[in-house]
C-alpha cells in the first residue's frame, strides 16, 4: 500500500507546531474537528506507550453524531518527530500510523506527515481531512 503524504509549511517555530498536536488545550480546537462539529473529549497522555482519545461531535454532514479517534504514541522527539497510531473503530478496524515530521526552515517550518496502512477506499478522504486539519492547525496557533 503507498503511504498518503501530506506537507505544510508554517510561519511559526517547529516548537509551537510539534506542541499544538500534544497540548490537549490547543489540539481540541483543531485536530480531529471540523467547522461543523465540537470536540466533547480529548485526553492526551503525552508519552512513549501514551494513548489519547478525541472524540468530536457532528450534528451535520455525512458522519453525524460522536466519533472516536484513538491511538497510542510510537515516538515523541520534540521539536521534529511525533509518531503514533490512529483508528477510528467506529467505521473501520485497521490502524493507521501516523509520522509527523517537521522541519525548521528560514521563515518557521515544514512539516510532512505520512500516513500508512490507510485502506485504499480511505485513502481520497483522508488526504482532503489531513489538508483541511493541517489548515486548522494554522488557524488556531494563528489565533
Known amino acids: 500500500m503507498t503511504p498518503l503524504v501530506v506537507k505544510r509549511g508554517y510561519d511559526f517555530p517547529a516548537e509551537q507546531v510539534f506542541d499544538a498536536w500534544l497540548t490537549p488545550d490547543i489540539t481540541r480546537l483543531w485536530l480531529f474537528t471540523t467547522a461543523d462539529s465540537e470536540v466533547i473529549r480529548c485526553e492526551i497522555d503525552a508519552r512513549v506507550g501514551g494513548r489519547f482519545e478525541i472524540v ?82 494554522e488557524r488556531e496557533i494563528s489565533a
Open 56 to 137: 468530536d461531535r457532528r450534528d451535520s454532514g455525512e458522519f453525524k453524531g460522536e466519533i472516536r479517534h484513538v491511538g497510542e504514541y510510537l515516538e515523541i522527539d520534540r521539536p521534529s518527530r511525533l509518531v503514533f497510531t490512529l483508528s477510528v473503530p467506529q467505521f473501520d478496524p485497521s490502524v493507521s500510523r501516523i509520522e509527523i515530521d517537521i522541519v525548521e526552515t528560514a521563515t518557521g517550518c515544514e512539516l510532512t506527515l505520512t500516513e500508512y496502512d490507510t485502506p485504499p477506499e480511505w485513502q481520497e478522504a483522508s488526504r482532503r481531512g489531513w489538508t483541511m486539519l493541517l489548515g486548522n492547525l
